[in-house]
């Protein structure tokens, strides 16, 4: 059974601590090596991905590309059932990895019971005239899930602005965007899967929730580090890493 995004939700367990499990801790181990080839991953890529980085992935996890964010959940649905991955995750093609660990970053967080990992996502650097003053800095260190003034759900983006840290120490987040994530296996098939929609952002926060629900953490990985190249068009996208008015939050938040 899906779980909506709630305003009940959030009031029962408080804005920010969605599901947080009460004397849990709020950072978890930080990893401390790449992950051992055992562990069987497969990514769906969202989008028609980069030759460069695209082929990097593909030399170690099962690759699988679809043009349209509403054909992950079937995509994942036919790896798991011919590869039997251990780890499922999706990559939006906008989003370039800053080296060529973050995937084994991620995986390493996943220790049992933290089920879902996401990255430090940061603004490119653009030159020239196409600069701006966010370039560089932190796009989303995960989502936090508030209530606004109006009492509706709605998600920000942790320390957006900020400087990045990627030395910092993993810490557990309510949820995280499109760009990039990466599930256990059992606990992404016990929670239901994505919801079908074109819109990633809202999938991925949406099934963060379920996952949180059933006692599941989620961590931000400061040292796995994407770039996310999407453009953003209007100050509220600096704000919120999903639009509080579009019509895929629209059909989750109720």
Known sequence: ERLALSAGALRRTGPGRLNRRAGAPAVAPEPTALPTPARRVAVVVVG??????????RSAVEVT???????????????????????VGVVS????????????????????SAVAAVPLVVHPHRCGPRATAHDGRVRSAGVELRLDSDGKPVAESREAGA??????????????????????RAAYEAAGGLMATEDLDTAVVELCVRLRSQ??????????????????????????AVDPVGPGWASAAR
Not at 67 to 78: F, H, I, K, S
Not at 163 to 184: N, R
């Open 48 to 57: 028609g991905p980069d030759a460069g980085w695209a082929s990097i992935l």
């Open 65 to 87: 590309c679809v043009n349209d964010a509403a054909a992950v959940r079937t995509a994942l649905t036919r790896a798991m059932a011919t590869s039997a991955p251990d780890v």
């Open 93 to 112: 093609a906008t989003t370039e990895p800053r080296d060529p660990g973050w995937l084994g970053r991620l995986a390493l967080a996943l220790d049992g």
């Open 163 to 184: 400087v990045p840290t990627p030395d910092a120490s993993v810490v557990e987040v309510d949820a995280g965007s499109g760009a990039a994530l990466l599930v256990d």
């Open 215 to 240: 006692g599941g953490r989620v961590v931000m990985v400061p040292g796995a580090v994407m770039v996310d190249h999407r453009p953003v068009r209007t100050r509220r996208e600096l704000r919120f």
